[in-house]
């Protein structure tokens, strides 16, 4: 019987285990590599554990979408959340790069193209995205309500171009080994920005750097 409620911290805890698991399986190993044997053993549990908390391996799957999502839009969250000034968005470019450092990917988008046939991962890796790119909107409408820059910047626009930057970036830069594509399809749409930020009579106050791992 598969449980969908748990009311237990020990259940919490179990469930929570396996798709730690299976998320970093996933993600080295893609959807199709990862048995539910692999996530068994990794996540040190039994095969009716597994079955208990989800009906079948797309029921997990999902959950590693989720699980996957919270943990970067986490991660962006945090690392957003004092930027006042351009220099401050570069220094979130900076950490956005150093956190692709190793070439593997984006762990949200990479499934997204492995599942892409299926509707039920298309809208869950949707969400995700979506709540990546407001993120990156609050930032940017901060940044106007600053006066840092100016009305003529839409924050949802930007932040779907600087998201797609990622996104595109994090693919070909797996591709080739090299973070220069990534570096490139960021610095573009940042490059845009600064002829607003230079139009901005405001004064640019600075944020403190931060070190974590975005992607």
């Not at 449980?3 to 730690?20: E, L, M, N, Y």
Request: glycine share 10%; with cysteine; net charge neutral.
């Amino acid at each position: 019987m598969v449980s969908d409620d748990v009311t237990t911290a020990k259940g919490r805890a179990t469930r929570g285990r396996i798709v730690a698991a299976a998320a970093e399986l996933m993600h080295r190993h893609g959807v199709a590599g990862t048995s539910t044997p692999a996530v068994r053993d990794a996540a040190g549990v039994s095969s009716s554990q597994i079955y208990h908390y989800f009906a079948d391996k797309d029921a997990l799957t999902r959950s590693v979408i989720d699980w996957w999502a919270d943990r970067i839009v986490g991660t962006q969250v945090e690392l957003l959340a004092d930027v006042e000034d351009l220099a401050g968005l570069r220094r979130w470019r900076d950490a956005v790069v150093a956190g692709a450092g190793d070439n593997g990917g984006c762990p949200l988008g990479g499934l997204s193209s492995q599942l892409a046939e299926h509707a039920w991962a298309r809208a869950t890796s949707a969400t995700g995205f979506h709540r990546w790119q407001t993120a990156i909107s609050d930032a940017l409408a901060r940044l106007s309500r600053l006066g840092v820059l100016d009305p003529d910047v839409d924050p949802e626009r930007c932040s779907l171009a600087l998201l797609a930057a990622i996104q595109g970036g994090l693919l070909l830069g797996q591709a080739t080994g090299s973070p220069r594509p990534l570096e490139a399809a960021l610095d573009t749409v940042l490059d845009t920005l600064a002829p607003f930020t230079a139009r901005s009579g405001a004064p640019r106050r600075t944020a403190p750097g931060r070190s974590h791992s975005p992607v």
